[in-house]
């Protein structure tokens, strides 16, 4: 029994031991990376410069970033402090009539009064809206609203429109207000240094705040100069959700042809690939139509710029989507001629100006969807004849009243934005027509649930009709469809393989219709 105590008595002896040595260890070695931290922050506080006239301290913004504004040169200050009293009225009419003169007699007294009195909000302010922004100050516009998230960067001077050297890392909106103020003094700005996003969409589209005869005004015009598709996808719907005027510039990357920049209904800009994404999310929010939009018609071909592939690096780092600053933002550099964000940005304000002020505006909004209206038409009969040949094939007599599930918003769908409005086989635009790609195993007859019923139904699945010329369709059907042949047999394999992934492209897209 005593042995046993002091068994007992001899291990606790040793756990005791091994706690006390272990805490002397801790401690001895928390003592020593204490006093490494102390040494550390010793010698970066002895490392930063006296506050003088080479380093001066300014204070941080709530973000804990640098200030907004850099410190203002003399000309500057007198620049702000003359725009703060023409904006509160004391600067003299007849200057400002004299500096809008060219304007005054192209849109005569009447209109330049509707473009003075306008509210216009700019959503989105790097190459595209700055030179929209000062374009739209410079003809007359009183009251901006911009809206940017963003800072300048070095990047950024090759297609901003007002930034500088002096102004890299300060918010673009500031940016703009700083030099347009030298421009035209009597402007009133509202800068929201912000990401524009749904949730906070009533706020930032809300009238004008500032206390005046304008307070409580309504926007006149919103431009979306936005390259991020989610938020361009949710300013648009808003827009057209709660009917205020808006216009939207697609992409300007990668484009160099000035001469195909144009202005049209969103439902016309098929080549444009930013235009497709947002065209297609739009549709997904029952808005098919009824937005203009600048876009380019220029193709890519050999030689043009195209988006730059990502390093091997930055896929190996992960997921790619979690190398963008933002969801849905470009994680690669775009490559941009510096002159086509211009060209982008005063067309859009151009077309601003001109119906906000009641100029005619000769090209057509929105005809391309409605022009296109007969082909549609044209195409879907051309289907329903087809289907109905192919059905007679089959079951050897004619089908009276046979209906397809395929309607005139499918057939433009999948005409224009599957196929891009050219031949899956040759790429030829004109003669077009939609065929089956394959031949279903139960064949052409009519489904025979809804026979029954009294519905002679032919089912066709959007992802399997395919674009071809009328003569390439004749070849299809006695071919593959009523021939028997193999589309290996019929087509090469660069063929068949791009008509896989536009039927891949429908599937993906169908879950959402």
Not at 173 to 197: A, K, M, S, Y
Not at 216 to 245: F, M, Q, W
């Amino acid at each position: 029994m005593n042995k046993s105590i002091r068994q007992a008595s001899n291990v606790i002896m040793l756990a005791a031991t091994a706690v006390l040595s272990g805490a002397a260890v801790a401690g001895a070695i928390f003592g020593y990376q204490a006093y490494k931290r102390k040494e550390a922050v010793s010698e970066l506080k002895d490392s930063i410069p006296d506050i003088n006239e080479r380093h001066h301290a300014e204070k941080l913004t709530e973000f804990g970033g640098a200030s907004i504004a850099p410190q203002l040169s003399k000309e500057d200050q007198r620049s702000a402090a003359l725009a703060r009293r023409a904006q509160q009225g004391d600067y003299d009419d007849d200057l400002i009539l004299e500096q809008l003169a060219r304007n005054r007699v192209f849109l005569t007294d009447e209109g330049l009064a509707k473009l003075r009195s306008s509210f216009v909000i700019v959503v989105g302010c790097g190459g595209v809206g700055s030179h929209a922004a000062a374009s739209l100050a410079r003809s007359g516009v009183s009251k901006l609203r911009l809206i940017d998230f963003d800072q300048a960067t070095l990047s950024s001077l090759n297609r901003h429109a007002l930034a500088t050297l002096a102004d890299v890392g300060t918010p673009k909106v500031h940016c703009i207000r700083r030099r347009l103020e030298q421009i035209t003094p009597w402007t009133q700005f509202d800068c929201r240094n912000e990401l524009f996003g749904g949730e906070v969409a009533d706020d930032l589209l809300a009238p004008w705040v500032f206390e005046g005869g304008d307070q409580g005004r309504k926007p006149d015009y919103v431009l979306d100069c936005i390259d991020n598709i989610t938020s361009k996808v949710e300013l648009l719907h808003y827009c057209h959700a709660h009917s205020i005027p808006v216009i939207s510039s697609m992409g300007a990357g990668c484009k160099s042809d000035p001469t195909r920049v144009t202005v049209g209904d969103i439902s016309e800009s098929t080549d444009d690939r930013l235009s497709r994404s947002t065209r297609r999310r739009l549709k997904l929010l029952g808005v098919n139509s009824g937005i203009p939009v600048v876009f380019s018609t220029e193709r890519p071909g050999p030689g043009k710029a195209t988006l730059l592939p990502l390093a091997e690096d930055e896929f190996s780092k992960g997921e790619v989507g979690e190398l963008s600053v933002l969801p849905d933002f470009r994680a690669r550099i775009l490559p941009v001629l510096g002159t086509m964000p211009a060209v982008f940005g005063y067309t859009v304000a151009n077309h601003v100006i001109c119906d906000i002020s009641g100029y005619p505006i000769d090209y057509s909004l929105g005809g391309g969807g409605k022009g296109r209206e007969k082909l549609y038409d044209g195409i879907q009969t051309s289907l329903q004849g087809f289907m109905e040949r192919l059905t007679r094939a089959d079951v050897g007599r004619q089908i009276v009243g046979l209906r397809l599930p395929i309607s005139k918003d499918d057939v433009g769908y999948i005409v224009d934005e599957i196929w891009r409005g050219k031949s899956a086989v040759s790429g030829l635009p004109s003669r077009l027509v939609l065929a089956p790609w394959t031949r279903p195993a139960e064949g052409f007859a009519p489904d025979a649930k809804w026979e029954k019923e009294g519905q002679r139904f032919i089912p066709l699945p959007l992802a399997d009709l395919v674009c071809m010329t009328k003569e390439e369709a004749a070849v299809h059907e006695k071919q593959v469809l009523l021939g028997g042949k193999k589309l290996e047999e019929v087509y090469d394999a660069k063929i068949i393989e791009k008509v896989n992934q536009r039927r891949a492209e429908v599937e993906y897209y169908e879950q959402f219709r």
